[in-house]
């Protein structure tokens, strides 16, 4: 292990969650609708959404020596070690106070997964699997107009690829455990959303 990544992760060693936290890890292709959803049960439930993308960005623009560090190795095309983005989501529990996470988008693959549970001393409480039809998720994708680069034709089918390769043995790995609630995404945001509360719901309600 590099010294750079040493020093990025030093901090912490192992578990310090003073809290024994619900986590569910939400899982799903590009333009699944993960992210909807995921908004939706903050409101209704009191998670608190983590995506570890958006905190590998935020950790990038601080210009921290971290940020520095995961700049470097996406500008280089390296995969950012899987215990880098442990720890921001780590750091993120501790800070947030809360003690109901959704993890959106990780783990990637077997590797960030074995990381995970290593590193953290936490097993999910179950993942939630948006299943969509990749000809779906390819409208979606191209219908939407938020400006992002990498919606088009080709990029989305290598994310769907990478997505199959990667993320389909860590679901099948939580399957066998029984861990898995998989909510068909292909429907109407309502009716999709109307399956995910019977799964969190009534008794994790926030009481408003």
Do not use: W
């Amino acid at each position: 292990m590099g010294t750079v990544l040493e020093a990025a992760i030093k901090d912490t060693n192992g578990s310090i969650l003073t809290k024994n936290p619900t986590v569910v890890f939400v899982l799903g292709g590009p333009g699944s609708g993960k992210g909807t959803q995921c908004a939706n049960l903050v409101e209704h439930f009191g998670f608190t959404h983590l995506s570890a993308g958006d905190l590998l960005r935020a950790e990038i623009k601080s210009g921290s020596e971290n940020g520095t560090m995961i700049q470097n190795m996406i500008k280089e095309g390296k995969i950012v070690p899987s215990e880098v983005t442990i720890k921001l989501l780590q750091r993120a529990m501790q800070e947030n106070g809360n003690d109901k996470f959704l993890i959106d988008g990780f783990p990637r693959n077997e590797e960030n997964r074995a990381a995970f549970e290593e590193v953290t001393g936490i097993e999910p409480t179950f993942v939630l699997y948006f299943d969509c039809p990749e000809e779906e998720m390819e409208r979606r994708l191209l219908s939407r107009n938020q400006g992002r680069e990498d919606d088009n034709i080709e990029t989305i089918r290598k994310r769907f690829k990478v997505f199959l390769d990667s993320s389909l043995p860590v679901i099948n790995y939580y399957d066998a455990k029984g861990k898995v609630r998989k909510i068909d995404a292909a429907r109407p945001v309502e009716e999709v959303f109307d399956s995910v509360k019977a799964i969190f719901g009534p008794k994790n309600e926030k009481i408003l």
